[in-house]
C-alpha cells in the first residue's frame, strides 16, 4: 500500500529563513504528487503539484518542489519565508494511473517568528 | 462558484447520538472524497465516490460510519451512534476528471467534538 512520510512534526523558523520541508513515499509506480497547505483557520488549498515533466514543481507564494524519483521523495522548499507563511503543510500522493486515493502525509506545522 | 460547501461548520454532541454531516460538491464535479483530520493520525480518506457511486470505503473505520451520495449535489457522512474517538475535522473535496486537469478542491471541514 502507498504511504506518505512528512519527517518533521513541527518546524520552527525566523523569517528570511530558507525553508525545505520532506517528503517521501513509498510506490514504485507511476505517481502525482501533491503539496497542500492548511492557513490557521482555513481548509486546505493546492500549493503545487507534479503529474510529469520537469521535476522541478512551482507553485504559488513563492514555493517549489523537486521530484526526486531515485529517493522517492518530493521535498517542498521556500528561499526566504514569512509570517504569512505559518500554516501546516501536508504531502500527498496518488497513484498515477488512477483518479481517486490521495494518500496525505500527517502534516509538518511551520511556525515562522516574525 | 461558492466551493465545495459542508455543514454544520461544528458540531458538539454526546456520545451515543447520531451525527450526520453534509457536502456539496462543486457543481460539475465528478469526484467526492471524505477525509477525516486528527492530530494523531494526519489526514486520512475515509472513502470516496465517482459519479455518485463508492468506488473505495476501505478507509471508514467502522460499522458505526456510513456515507451516502443520492445525487451529484450532495453526501452525507454519518455516524451512528458517536463515540468520543470520531472526535476530529471532517474534510469533504471534490474534483473534475479531465484528461490533463486535476484539482482537489476542499470545503472548510466540520469540527466534531463527541462528549
Known amino acids: 500500500a502507498q504511504s506518505v512520510s512528512q519527517h518533521n512534526h513541527h518546524v520552527i523558523l525566523s523569517e528570511a529563513a530558507s525553508l525545505e520541508l520532506g517528503c517521501n513515499y513509498s510506490?514504485?509506480?507511476?505517481?502525482?504528487l501533491f503539496w497542500y497547505v492548511q492557513y490557521p483557520g482555513q481548509h486546505l488549498q493546492l500549493l503545487l503539484k507534479y503529474f510529469s515533466g520537469d521535476p522541478l514543481v512551482k507553485g504559488i507564494k513563492g514555493f517549489e518542489a523537486e521530484f526526486i524519483k531515485s529517493k522517492f521523495s518530493f521535498n517542498l522548499r521556500k528561499p526566504s519565508v514569512q509570517w504569512s507563511d505559518t500554516a501546516e503543510y501536508f504531502c500527498a500522493v496518488r497513484d498515477g494511473g488512477s483518479q481517486g486515493n490521495l494518500i496525505f502525509g500527517k502534516g509538518t506545522k511551520l511556525s515562522v517568528k516574525p | 462558484d461558492a466551493g465545495v460547501i459542508q455543514s454544520p461548520r461544528h458540531e458538539v454532541t454526546e456520545m451515543g447520538q447520531e451525527v450526520t454531516l453534509r457536502c456539496k460538491p462543486i457543481s460539475g464535479h465528478d469526484y467526492l472524497f471524505w477525509y477525516r483530520q486528527t492530530m494523531m493520525r494526519g489526514l486520512e480518506l475515509l472513502i470516496y465516490?465517482?459519479?455518485?457511486?463508492?468506488?473505495?470505503d476501505s478507509g471508514m473505520p467502522e460499522d458505526r460510519f456510513s456515507a451516502k451520495m443520492p445525487n451529484a449535489s450532495f453526501s452525507t457522512l454519518k455516524i451512528q451512534p458517536s463515540e468520543p474517538r470520531d472526535s476530529a475535522v471532517y474534510f469533504c473535496?471534490?474534483?473534475?476528471?479531465?484528461?490533463?486537469?486535476?484539482?482537489?478542491?476542499f470545503g472548510s471541514g466540520t469540527q466534531l467534538s463527541v462528549l
Open positions: 510506490y514504485g509506480g507511476t505517481v502525482n
Open positions: 465516490f465517482n459519479n455518485n457511486v463508492p468506488i473505495d
Open positions: 473535496a471534490s474534483s473534475l476528471s479531465s484528461r490533463g486537469v486535476e484539482k482537489l478542491f
